[in-house]
């Protein structure tokens, strides 16, 4: 089956900081990838999905993650942190079916 | 579009009580995701139904969990009897398509058994 490792449960930047979400996939066919926001008591919002159209995606909000075959990785950025970007990040893994196998998650912190 | 609804937002009942937790998936999706999400096990896959049949149910925890889809627009999942252990927030996501596509979740339902 394939998974994904998220690297760091939480994650605190400043307000404008450089925001860097760690993930990494473990698959044996060319992956289908995505990045989950979650805010507080509401359901998972997709922030973008990696399809093999392009290495580098972006996504809503200003997020945006490449797709590094060689290092097996899918890590999450966006340049300047704000206030509202503080939430719970998921990356996940697309199995044939359609199933998503989800990280652990990481909770991201942005302090004044 | 209403996006997924889920129902109850949240239910608080007794140990051995039936609990049923209700989807209206999104008009038109054909996939449909039960997850449960807790604390210590992050969020699981219980089971998901492909054109209202169960393609996989590998994650359903035990004997007490059963789930259905008797239409596309519709879907239960039941506890009976429940314990506290089973206490979470239970999500339902839908999609279109039967390969890998975007899944869009519901607001979830916050279960405490007591």
């Known amino acids: 089956a394939q998974s994904v490792t998220q690297l760091g449960s939480h994650v605190s930047v400043s307000e404008g900081a450089l925001v860097l979400l760690r993930c990494n996939y473990s698959s044996s066919v060319p992956p289908y990838l995505f990045w989950y926001v979650q805010y507080p008591n509401q359901g998972l919002q997709l922030l973008l999905k990696?399809?093999?159209?392009?290495?580098l995606v972006k996504g809503i909000n200003g997020f945006e993650a490449e797709f590094k075959k060689s290092e097996t990785s899918f890590h999450l950025t966006k340049p300047s942190a704000h206030m509202s970007d503080a939430a719970e990040y998921f990356c996940a893994v697309g199995e044939e079916g359609g199933a998503l196998n989800f990280g652990k998650g990481t909770s991201l912190l942005v302090t004044p | 579009d209403a996006g997924v609804i889920q129902s109850p937002r949240h239910e608080v009942t007794e140990m051995g009580q039936e609990v049923t937790l209700r989807c209206k998936p999104i008009?038109?999706?054909?996939?449909l995701f039960w997850y449960r999400q807790t604390m210590m096990r992050g969020l699981e896959l219980l089971i998901y139904?492909?054109?209202?049949?169960?393609?996989?149910d590998s994650g359903m925890p035990e004997d007490r969990f059963s789930a259905k889809m008797p239409n596309a627009s519709f879907s239960t999942l039941k506890i009976q009897p429940s314990e506290p252990r089973d206490s979470a927030v239970y999500f339902c996501?839908?999609?279109?398509?039967?390969?890998?596509?975007?899944?869009?979740f519901g607001p979830g339902t916050r279960l405490l058994v007591l």
């Open positions: 139904f492909n054109n209202n049949v169960p393609i996989d």
């Open positions: 996501a839908s999609s279109s398509g039967q390969r890998v596509e975007t899944q869009y």
């Open positions: 008009s038109g999706h054909n996939s």
């Open positions: 990696y399809t093999s159209a392009a290495t």
